[in-house]
């Protein structure tokens, strides 16, 4: 059974909006409305906006002058030719790696001491990733294996040299022997190129390898001896550490 509610009558009382609304005739015209916008008055006829100013005269004398009148630099009496190249910003003498390299480069030449007297690692660097990409043709990648086994074994250098001069380091410091470890890695950079082309498992790629790594290791052993104190005392254990460390990247490029 359905409830019935009373539903009390809606009353809609007729209203005229007041801005709608005429007046009634005979009270004169009608008042302004509540919102009228400003006229421009007669007088700004040449410019109809004056919040708007168009004159070029008055504001190219009032201008300032222009911040950058020239090239950058021109004005503090400095340009862009007379700059220092970005590798000399960034530490890297090329000819001095290159001279470097060269004194290194010739297997019956004794290396240059006083070249290797200013330590650097942008040779090494450029001598390690080269090695690596070698033998990434060979089919190996061992980038990782590669810096760490030069960071190990300029460590066990450097302790050996410790323990030699009875706890005086000397002239030679842990990144100088970074640094001529490093170098001294070019003859296995270019037994890493040469092993391309012998064949593997021969007794010719051992010859080859146990060549460059007497290279390596003479190279080394002369840097070390002159450039480390009381290391003529000891070159024989200077050598045997050295031929060590490269025996073990001459492996590494044979297996």
Known sequence: MAKEFPVPPVVFTPSTPTHRRHPPPGTGASPPPAFAPPRPSTSSTANPLP????????????????????????????????????????????????????SILHPLRSADPSLH?????????????????FQLLAGKFHFGIVLGWVTVASLFLYFVFSMLSGGRHGD????????LVGYCM???????????FLPRGGGLIFGVGMGFVLWSTRVCTRLLAELASSGDEHRGLIAYACWLVYMLFSLLVVF
């Open 51 to 102: 919040f708007m100013s168009f004159e070029v005269g008055t504001g190219a004398s009032s201008s300032s002058p222009p911040l950058f009148a020239g090239p950058i630099g021109v004005g503090s009496g400095a340009s862009f030719e007379d700059e220092p190249p970005l590798l000399e910003e960034l530490g890297i003498n090329t000819r001095q790696i290159w001279r470097k390299t060269l």
């Open 117 to 133: 007297a200013d330590a650097d690692l942008s040779g090494p660097f450029l001598f390690l990733l080269s090695f690596g990409l």
């Open 172 to 179: 030679l410091d842990l990144y100088r022997c970074v640094s």
């Open 186 to 196: 070019l003859p296995m950079v270019i037994f890493s190129a040469v092993s391309l």
